[in-house]
């Protein structure tokens, strides 16, 4: 989708490298942007560093306000953003309008909780340091790298760059190659209501550039990407021991049970394996389901997988694979589960026709196949049938994976829930607590660490700091060579009538 090409400079300037970013559906060109060298991203974030210290400065108050002035800018451009949104991704439009409901309604929620969740507050102090205050407040890192991906490229990096901002961090983001564009109209519209700093800057380019923002210094990286990527980004920002962020992808699991709502499962099942082409970290790709309902459910499944259709139009339920290598990793996948017995039950290898994917239901797919084991990013759903929910439950959680799940039980939900490994979860519904900007987001294993959203993703851009001051002398002082032979057996008594009962 991308090329790298060289752009003469004139006189002395020197020529600067540059690349392209292309509509997948028809190949046409969107836009062509800088590759950023290292030089550029340090003089970058050596900007953001002072701006950072200026936004700081202004307050929650002053930020909310700031921040408040960018929301409604972003909703008087929804349809700007969604149309170039889906000329970089392929997207359907109302899918891109969609993502950036969810990202205004995140920012909105990030501005108003961040004094709430990080401003100084007092804590006990204690019975041994009973003569102490103690409060607890949460300043900002000073700058927040962003490496956001290209499947959801406002809503996913707008996790972290609007908590980051909430926060009072200046934010350096790096947006995917193959959604350049998106990136710098979200700094723009920033740049339109913050004018006096560059409090949220772009760097654009390849894996290089993104190497170069884990080594510039930043006090923090968030990054979301693939398990692969997510390593290398950790071994970069090890050099400097900067603390990253990680959230990679999925292999979520939707479970069944036998007491299920199952038109209700179905749908989400094939909206979940299906929307956005199946590019989703936390889309469905497994589905267990209790053998004495399995009939039924999957009947409604093939009904309404088989009646989707990819396309490039505005109407289309959903579009091309964003990044064309992903079609030999959704056919490699589709054959292999094939080869090991797997069974069709909807499309199959033809319905691979680069960009397009068209949806592939399989059922009876042997739980070592690449489809089961490995993520997809694809309209791939693999459906097994589980003789019990025990069953289901040891099968969803076998995964090296751990970001999301959805249950669809009409007594035991949250029961099922609370047994699986992963860091959220959706009861009769497919990744709703995506959209709660109150919930955290994140996963655990090959799905990464740390969480964005929430007053947890609030956090995740801040430094817990610790302050106490002595209100008076205290009774046994403890802390001091001049404490005399008595005062630890007094201690030691307080201590025994206080905690020894």
Avoid at 269 to 290: F, H, I, K, L, P
Avoid at 477 to 495: E, Q, Y
């Amino acid at each position: 989708m991308t090329q790298a090409k060289a752009q003469a400079g004139t006189g002395a300037e020197t020529p600067v490298s540059t690349f392209d970013s292309v509509d997948p559906r028809t190949g046409e060109l969107v836009g062509s942007h800088p590759v950023h060298d290292t030089e550029h991203v340090n003089a970058t974030v050596r900007r953001a560093g002072e701006a950072g210290a200026w936004w700081a400065a202004l307050g929650f108050s002053g930020r909310r306000k700031r921040l408040a002035e960018w929301r409604k800018l972003l909703v008087a451009r929804v349809d700007e953003f969604a149309d170039l949104m889906s000329a970089e991704t392929g997207k359907p439009a109302n899918d891109a309008r969609l993502e950036m409901v969810l990202a205004i309604d995140h920012l909105a929620w990030a501005a108003r909780k961040a004094q709430g969740v990080l401003g100084r507050r007092k804590v006990g102090a204690g019975m041994l340091m009973s003569n102490q205050s103690a409060t607890l407040a949460y300043p900002p890192f000073g700058v927040v790298g962003v490496i956001g991906p290209w499947n959801y490229p406002v809503f996913t990096p707008m996790g972290s760059i609007a908590y980051a901002l909430a926060a009072g961090n200046a934010v350096v983001f790096k947006p995917s190659e193959y959604t350049p564009g998106v990136g710098h109209l979200l700094a723009e519209t920033f740049a339109e209501v913050v004018t006096e700093q560059p409090v949220l800057q772009i760097v654009t380019g390849f894996g290089e550039t993104g190497a170069a923002l884990c080594r510039s210094g930043v006090g923090k990286l968030a990054f979301t990407g693939s398990t692969a990527t997510g390593r290398r980004v950790m071994a970069a920002c090890s050099e400097n021991l900067t603390p990253v962020l990680i959230e990679c992808g999925g292999k979520d699991p939707l479970i069944v049970d036998a007491d299920a709502d199952l038109e209700a499962a179905a749908d989400a099942a094939v909206w979940g394996g299906m929307a956005n082409a199946g590019q989703t970290c936390v889309g469905v790709e497994r589905v267990y389901v209790v053998e004495s309902v399995a009939d039924e459910f999957l009947a409604k499944v093939e009904a309404k997988a088989g009646a989707l259709r990819p396309g490039g139009e505005p109407n289309a339920d959903f579009g091309p694979m964003t990044m064309p290598s992903q079609v030999d990793v959704v056919a490699g996948q589709l054959q292999d589960a094939l080869d090991k017995g797997a069974r069709a039950l909807v499309g199959g290898t033809a319905s691979v026709r680069p960009p397009y994917v068209e949806p592939v239901v399989l059922v009876d797919v042997p739980e070592n196949s690449t489809a089961i084991t490995e993520e997809t990013f694809g309209p791939l759903l693999a459906v097994n049938r589980v003789a019990d929910i025990e069953d289901a439950i040891s099968r969803a959680n076998a995964s090296v994976y751990g970001l999301g799940a959805s249950v669809f039980s009409a007594k035991r939900g949250e029961q099922i829930a609370a047994r699986l490994r992963c860091g959220m979860v959706a009861v009769n519904g497919v990744i709703s607590f995506a959209g709660v900007p109150a919930l955290p987001f994140g996963g655990v294993g090959d799905s990464g660490f740390g969480r964005i959203h929430g007053e947890d993703g609030l956090r995740e851009f801040a430094r817990a700091q610790a302050v106490t001051r002595q209100r008076f002398a205290a009774p046994i002082n403890v802390t001091s060579f001049a404490r005399g032979d008595r005062a630890i057996p007094r201690l030691l008594k307080l201590v025994r009538t206080l905690y020894g009962r």
